[in-house]
């Protein structure tokens, strides 16, 4: 079985930064993508960026120039800094990752979650 646990939310005011974590551990061959969705009450789910296990990165239109997200592939972890926050960014933001399970398929794992608040 494979783990996501998310670290890093909290309450911030807008124009400040956070930054989240999340560390994948368990029955972990390789990890091919990982990336942050968030979610706002009365609001769909949106993916917020992607990081494939080869560097390359995507970004919502919402979030370009301002979030950053990154991978530490030797302690199967994914990061987003994000900067230059605003209320809008008030989510809780979630942790995805299609995992290649050791001698196994690619699967998909969700984290359970971390609370993001941008007060104006």
């Known amino acids: 079985q494979v783990q996501l646990v998310e670290s890093g939310g909290g309450l911030v005011q807008a124009g400040g930064s956070l930054r989240l974590s999340c560390a994948a551990s368990g029955s972990i061959f390789s990890i091919p993508a990982m990336g942050w969705y968030r979610q706002a009450p009365g609001k769909q789910r949106e993916l917020v960026a992607t990081?494939?296990?080869?560097?390359?990165?995507a970004y919502a239109d919402s979030v370009k120039g301002r979030f950053t997200i990154s991978r530490d592939n030797g302690k199967n972890t994914v990061y987003l800094q994000m900067n230059s926050l605003k209320p809008e960014d008030t989510a809780v933001y979630h942790c995805?990752?299609?995992?290649?399970?050791?001698?196994?398929?690619?699967?998909?794992?969700w984290g359970q979650g971390t609370q993001v608040t941008v007060s104006s």
């Open positions: 995805n990752a299609v995992v290649h399970v050791r001698q196994g398929p690619l699967t998909t794992y």
């Open positions: 990081a494939t296990g080869d560097g390359s990165t």
